[in-house]
């Protein structure tokens, strides 16, 4: 299914937020995500199932002012 | 002792993060100045590289508290979702909390800003709001649950000092116990002193020092000035006279004709 990751579209398989940070191997600590502009807390992540379209985000920590 | 939110905090110099040379100059810089608290922010990860980790290592090692921020926030969707992802992230409930309204001047959206002050604040946050000089502004951000203001005093990174200083001394005035700490717009330490000499609790910088010549140095000669400035403003500093008033004493002078 396609799924806009991060701002690009991209064709995965997982049906779970959990199973996409490991197709795309992430490492799972230092995340913070979010599923349709909604904050998704690491342990929802097994349980957060995916459908298509789904726009998710995957951050982390940065430099900030 | 500056106390924010039930924390008490040493220094009074905040410092960010972003801009410096090297991660090991950033680390320098936050270290020789002295600075108890660091703004982080977070940002979109690259799959497999962990780059966000590596960041975070290093400022764990420094042993300071985070204030991340939700720069680059132009709703308050974004915001709020912004600063329950940094929640989650970084362990803790303050948030810098930016609300930007234009793309050139970075200039706060004072009407976003407080409604997310206060979808933040009722949701257990300890918001430190990024605001203009407008006092109207700051009593709706402190009905809306802050407990902290955050006035700029110029632009972000334009390293002016205090554009409207008779502003922010208005400001001071007008938020008796409140802990303001003016945040953007300090280029050089003397601009540091001179705003902690109106009676702010604290300064936050960031550009100021990752762009100098020397961050490190700077980080210090900021640090001091801070100090100074604070200290200037606790020994209660002369007001300015219209008319020259000797210093010297005039009694006993000698008469020559």
Same mark, same amino acid.
């Given at each position: 299914?396609?799924?806009?990751?991060?701002? &690009?579209? /991209?064709?995965?398989?997982?049906?779970?937020?959990?199973?996409?940070?490991?197709?795309?191997?992430?490492?799972?600590?230092?995340?913070?995500?979010?599923?349709?502009?909604?904050?998704?807390?690491? &342990?929802?992540?097994?349980?957060?199932?995916?459908?298509?379209?789904?726009?998710?985000?995957?951050?982390?920590?940065? /430099?900030?002012? | 002792?500056?106390?924010?939110? +039930?924390?008490?905090?040493?220094?009074?110099?905040?410092?960010?993060?972003? !801009?410096?040379?090297?991660? %090991?100059?950033?680390?320098?810089?936050?270290?020789?100045?002295?600075?108890?608290?660091?703004?982080?922010?977070?940002?979109?990860?690259?799959?497999?590289?962990?780059?966000?980790?590596?960041?975070?290592?290093?400022?764990?090692?420094?042993?300071?508290?985070? =204030?991340?921020?939700?720069?680059?926030?132009?709703?308050?969707?974004?915001? $709020?979702?912004?600063?329950?992802?940094?929640?989650?992230?970084?362990?803790?409930?303050?948030? %810098?909390?930016?609300?930007?309204?234009?793309?050139?001047?970075?200039?706060?959206?004072?009407?976003?800003?407080?409604?997310?002050?206060?979808?933040?604040?009722?949701?257990?946050? %300890?918001? *430190?709001?990024?605001?203009?000089?407008?006092?109207?502004? +700051?009593?709706?951000? =402190?009905?809306?649950?802050? !407990?902290?203001?955050?006035?700029?005093?110029?632009?972000?990174?334009?390293?002016?000092?205090?554009?409207?200083?008779?502003?922010?001394?208005?400001?001071?005035?007008? *938020?008796?116990?409140?802990?303001?700490?003016?945040?953007?717009? =300090?280029?050089?330490?003397?601009?540091?002193?001179?705003?902690?000499?109106?009676?702010?609790?604290?300064? =936050?910088?960031?550009?100021?020092?990752?762009?100098?010549?020397?961050?490190?140095?700077?980080?210090?000669? *900021?640090? %001091?000035?801070?100090?100074?400035?604070?200290?200037?403003?606790?020994? !209660?500093?002369?007001?300015?006279?219209?008319?020259?008033?000797?210093?010297?004493?005039?009694? +006993?002078?000698? $008469?020559?004709?």
């Amino acid at each position: 299914m396609k799924l806009i990751i991060n701002g &690009e579209e /991209q064709e995965v398989t997982s049906s779970t937020l959990l199973g996409l940070l490991d197709e795309l191997a992430y490492e799972h600590d230092f995340l913070a995500t979010a599923r349709n502009s909604e904050l998704v807390a690491a &342990e929802e992540r097994a349980r957060c199932l995916l459908i298509e379209g789904d726009r998710i985000e995957i951050l982390s920590p940065m /430099q900030g002012g | 002792m500056l106390e924010l939110y +039930g924390e008490e905090i040493s220094s009074r110099l905040f410092l960010g993060t972003a !801009q410096y040379p090297s991660p %090991k100059i950033l680390a320098d810089a936050a270290r020789r100045s002295g600075t108890e608290i660091l703004t982080v922010s977070l940002r979109r990860e690259a799959a497999g590289t962990g780059a966000g980790g590596k960041f975070w290592d290093l400022i764990r090692e420094l042993d300071v508290r985070v =204030l991340p921020n939700t720069a680059g926030c132009h709703s308050v969707k974004e915001a $709020v979702t912004t600063a329950k992802m940094a929640r989650e992230l970084f362990g803790t409930d303050w948030i %810098k909390l930016e609300v930007i309204g234009h793309h050139d001047s970075l200039q706060p959206d004072v009407f976003g800003l407080v409604e997310a002050a206060r979808i933040l604040s009722e949701d257990g946050f %300890k918001v *430190f709001p990024y605001t203009t000089d407008d006092i109207v502004v +700051g009593e709706r951000l =402190l009905e809306a649950g802050c !407990q902290v203001l955050m006035p700029w005093c110029a632009p972000i990174g334009s390293a002016r000092g205090p554009v409207n200083p008779d502003a922010l001394r208005a400001y001071r005035a007008y *938020f008796p116990g409140i802990p303001l700490v003016v945040d953007a717009g =300090l280029g050089r330490p003397s601009h540091a002193a001179q705003v902690m000499e109106f009676g702010f609790d604290a300064v =936050l910088l960031n550009t100021a020092v990752a762009k100098a010549g020397d961050p490190v140095v700077m980080a210090e000669a *900021f640090s %001091k000035a801070v100090v100074a400035g604070r200290a200037a403003f606790e020994a !209660q500093p002369l007001e300015p006279r219209d008319m020259a008033v000797p210093s010297t004493p005039v009694i +006993g002078m000698a $008469v020559f004709e």
